[in-house]
């Protein structure tokens, strides 16, 4: 599978099970991939998430997707960058997690973290 075709099924089946590090050992959740488009795929959290600490600490991850139409599965393995892009986030609450906006009405864009992975390895 190349990279467009890669992103073509991310689009089409956007949550993933991302796989992190705590303490050593792994953590593994159910993300909703924000964006997708040919810079890679963004995720958005809460900053007081864990997931967002383990991030930061460790950019390592590994992603699990399922084109359930077709029957594959599809893991991608890299390092996210984090991204501190106030306009990106402003679009992710306007067109993609609308459910988030009385979060930023409290606390901010701040309240916001976004990573990207842009580049790794895929395993069909």
Avoid at 43 to 57: D, N, S
């Amino acid at each position: 599978m190349n990279r467009q075709e890669v992103i073509e099924l991310v689009r089409k089946n956007p949550v993933s099970h991302m796989a992190t590090l705590e303490d050593g050992k792994p953590r593994v959740r159910a993300v909703h991939t924000a964006l997708v488009d040919e810079s890679g795929l963004t995720f958005c959290t809460g900053t007081p998430k864990p997931v967002c600490a383990q991030l930061l600490a460790d950019p390592s991850v590994e992603l699990s997707y399922w084109d359930r139409e077709k029957g594959v599965p599809v893991r991608l393995r890299g390092e996210v960058e984090h991204l501190d892009d106030v306009d990106l986030k402003k679009r992710i609450v306007a067109e993609v997690f609308t459910f988030l906006q009385p979060v930023v009405e409290q606390h901010g864009y701040d309240a916001l973290a976004l990573f990207r992975l842009s580049g790794g390895e895929s395993r069909v």
